[in-house]
């Protein structure tokens, strides 16, 4: 059973970018790092100190599996009405729906806040990026998200020495 990364997380997740700014219209592309950003936002290129998650190792493997994931929360908000698909001749875009905001007002945990504080964060920090400069950013970052750790099995003691 999965507990985490679920449809409806992950579609709650992607409302909550799109929410973060009126008029905001994200491919899915951009909404797999920003997603991966709003959880680990001191992995971001605005570094912001305010990580929902802890760093864990190979947590930069998330953004491997990250599109699948996403496109069936996707599909599961769209369904319901809380996000419209825009065709265009640079893409697929994703646009929050008019009763997508009086819909989220429903949650208030504690959780919930700082992962609509950090939406809010990482589209207003990266909104000037382009889809080029976040591909560079995170091909030139993400073999160190998570490395931190690979190097602690020194420092390990065997109990049974």
């Known amino acids: 059973m999965n507990l985490?990364?679920?449809s409806i997380e992950t579609g709650l997740r992607c409302l909550l970018l799109l929410t973060a700014k009126d008029d905001a219209v994200f491919d899915i592309d951009r909404l797999v790092y920003y997603?991966?950003?709003i959880l680990y936002p001191s992995d971001s290129p605005a570094s912001?100190?305010?990580?929902i998650h802890s760093k864990t190792p190979y947590r930069a493997s998330e953004l491997a599996v990250k599109r699948k994931i996403l496109s069936k929360?996707?599909?599961?908000?769209?369904?319901?009405g809380l996000i419209d698909i825009q065709y265009t001749e640079k893409g697929v875009f994703y646009k929050?729906?008019?009763?997508?905001?009086?819909?989220?007002?429903?949650?208030?945990?504690?959780?919930?806040?700082?992962?609509?504080k950090n939406a809010e964060?990482?589209?207003?920090?990266?909104?000037?990026?382009?889809q080029k400069e976040l591909e560079i950013f995170i091909n030139s970052?993400?073999?160190?998200?998570?490395?931190?750790?690979?190097?602690e099995s020194l420092f390990r003691t065997d109990s049974n020495d």
């Open 4 to 6: 985490f990364n679920t």
């Open 35 to 37: 997603d991966y950003f």
């Open 48 to 51: 912001i100190n305010n990580n």
């Open 73 to 80: 929360g996707l599909l599961l908000m769209l369904k319901k």
């Open 96 to 116: 929050a729906t008019l009763t997508a905001k009086p819909f989220l007002s429903y949650f208030q945990t504690t959780y919930f806040l700082k992962l609509k």
């Open 121 to 130: 964060l990482i589209t207003n920090e990266l909104r000037n990026y382009t």
């Open 141 to 151: 970052h993400i073999g160190k998200w998570g490395a931190e750790f690979t190097k």
